[in-house]
Nanobody
Framework: QVQLVESGGGLVQAGGSLRLSCAASGRTSSMYSMGWFRQAPGKERDFVARIRWSSTNTYYADSVKGRFTISRDNAKNMMYLQMNSLKPEDTAVYYC????????????????WGQGTQVTVSS
């Protein structure tokens, strides 16, 4: 089993930055892929970014490309999402996710989830 806990969310003005953290515990050796998703009220859970645990390969949603950077520290069992140039439309609950195998851009490809951290961007 893998447990994930997000942190780092908060309030920020448009154009500002936040860094989200995801702490993994449990059987972290079973994780092959990790990703970030977000969900705004009344909307679907959308893919944000993903990374392979054993490599630096990354992929981003078009809406955040060039503004967000995903990274991980295997030794610390941590994953991060650096969010720059934040926009009001980035406001959402952000979720950390992990997959035993390949994890793409669909939420159902991920087995483990954190409880989310709120990001609110004011205009």
């Amino acid at each position: 089993q893998v447990q994930l806990v997000e942190s780092g969310g908060g309030l920020v003005q448009a154009g500002g930055s936040l860094r989200l953290s995801c702490a993994a515990s449990g059987r972290t050796s079973s994780m092959y892929s990790m990703g970030w998703f977000r969900q705004a009220p009344g909307k679907e859970r959308d893919f944000v970014a993903r990374i392979r645990w054993s490599s630096t390969n990354t992929y981003y949603a078009d809406s955040v490309k060039g503004r967000f950077t995903i990274s991980r520290d295997n030794a610390k069992n941590m994953m991060y999402l650096q969010m720059n140039s934040l926009k009001p439309e980035d406001t959402a609950v952000y979720y950390c996710a992990a997959a035993n195998g390949y994890g793409g851009s669909a939420y159902f490809e991920y087995k483990y989830w954190g409880q989310g951290t709120q990001v609110t961007v004011s205009s």
